[in-house]
Every structure is written in structure tokens, then in C-alpha cells.
T-cell receptor
Framework: DAGVTQSPTHLIKTRGQQVTLRCSPK?????VSWYQQALGQGPQFIFQ???????QRGNFPDRFSGHQFPNYSSELNVNALLLGDSALYLC??????????FGQGTRLTVV | AQSVTQLDSQVPVFEEAPVELRCNYS??????LFWYVQYPNQGLQLLLK??????LVKGINGFEAEFNKSQTSFHLRKPSVHISDTAEYFC????????????FGKGTKLTVNP
């Protein structure tokens, strides 16, 4: 089992651009959550997908959007990038509420 | 809504010494409690979790934590640390209603010195 895999591992974007991050959940997991971890901070919940629908959303602007595919993989899209969007983006997958497995993250740098 | 406070941002200790990382939480509903570890440039790895039952929870790498409902605390302990335990540690909560959303503290940087 490959666990949760995220791609790419690093990327650099320019202010105003758009970015798409990808996540493949652990085998058999049907729920995917995304978190943003700014430097020196704990992860903050962005949103969660289940059965291809956004089930919960944290306090993030509409520039952050996502998608879940029938195979449970997921994408996080961020439009009109700001310098403050620079962070480690973590994907977590789960089958039960009390068990989340995290990927290694995507480090996004906005310049 | 839940919140988590990790009382120490940095904890330096010597190798083979005991350590305690403190975590307090606030919630109006029953919660699940978690400790995660993050090594540099890595994702989060689950150390241990409290769901119900015994308040003393044992996890991986010799760590344990005790749930104290009256003090709303979930402190992490290890009797003897190793250099390899140097990492960032995060306490997190989720509500037992099944939302699966984790609320994290700001983390405690544990540095183990020789």
C-alpha cells in the first residue's frame, strides 16, 4: 500500500497565477481532506470531500476550490495566488472519522 | 467549535531524559484527541489517539498520553528520549459527531541534545 501520495512535492508560482495540487488517497479510503500549514504554524483545515461532494469547509476564501474523482483521488485548486498562500499543503485520507493518514505534502512558494 | 493550545512552542531536553509536551483543548462536545509528529520536510505521522475507554493511551516510539477530562488536557510523555525524537509535535482534536475535521495546535518543537 503506497499510502497517501501527493504531487508535486514542490512548486513555485507567481502572484496572480493559478495552481492545482493532487492527492491519491490510501487504498480503500473514501474521504479526502486538505490542510494548509503556514511556516511555524499548525495545519488548518481547508475542506473535505466525500463521494465527490464538498462535505465541510474551513475558513478559506472561494479562491480555494477542490474536486474529488470517482476513484476518490482529489485536487486542490487555488486561483489568483497571493504571497500569503505560500505554505505546505497536506492531504489526508480516511475511512473512519477517527483515523486520518497524511501525505508528505506539497510545498508551494508564491513569488 | 474546538480549539487546541500547546503551551510550549519549544522544548529542549538532553538525550535519555524524560519529556512532557503539554496540550489543552476547548470543546462544547465530546472529542477525539490525537498527537501527530512531523519530521523536517515531511507530512504528519500519527503517534497515538484517544477515542474512549482507558485514559492512558500508548502509542508508537515509546510515547504515551493521558486524557484528563476535568482539566481538558492531553499531555504527551516519554520516559527517555532519543536524538531521533527531535521533531515538531502537534496535538489535535476532532468532534465525536463524525465530522473528521481535525483542529490542530500550533505545535511544539522538541529538540533532543546529546
Amino acid at each position: 500500500d503506497a499510502g497517501v501520495t501527493q504531487s508535486p512535492t514542490h512548486l513555485i508560482k507567481t502572484r496572480g497565477q493559478q495552481v492545482t495540487l493532487r492527492c491519491s488517497p490510501k487504498s480503500g479510503h473514501d474521504t479526502v481532506s486538505w490542510y494548509q500549514q503556514a511556516l511555524g504554524q499548525g495545519p488548518q483545515f481547508i475542506f473535505q470531500y466525500y463521494e465527490e461532494e464538498e462535505r465541510q469547509r474551513g475558513n478559506f476564501p472561494d479562491r480555494f476550490s477542490g474536486h474529488q474523482f470517482p476513484n476518490y483521488s482529489s485536487e486542490l485548486n487555488v486561483n489568483a495566488l497571493l504571497l500569503g498562500d505560500s505554505a505546505l499543503y497536506l492531504c489526508a485520507s480516511s475511512l473512519r472519522p477517527e483515523e486520518a493518514f497524511f501525505g508528505q505534502g506539497t510545498r508551494l512558494t508564491v513569488v | 467549535a474546538q480549539s487546541v493550545t500547546q503551551l510550549d512552542s519549544q522544548v529542549p531536553v538532553f538525550e535519555e531524559a524524560p519529556v512532557e509536551l503539554r496540550c489543552n483543548y476547548s470543546s462544547s462536545v465530546s472529542v477525539y484527541l490525537f498527537w501527530y509528529v512531523q519530521y523536517p520536510n515531511q507530512g504528519l505521522q500519527l503517534l497515538l489517539k484517544y477515542l474512549s475507554g482507558s485514559t492512558l493511551v500508548k502509542g508508537i516510539n515509546g510515547f504515551e498520553a493521558e486524557f484528563n477530562k476535568s482539566q481538558t488536557s492531553f499531555h504527551l510523555r516519554k520516559p527517555s528520549v532519543h536524538i531521533s525524537d527531535t521533531a515538531e509535535y502537534f496535538c489535535a482534536v476532532s468532534d465525536q459527531g463524525g465530522s473528521e475535521k481535525l483542529v490542530f495546535g500550533k505545535g511544539t518543537k522538541l529538540t533532543v541534545n546529546p
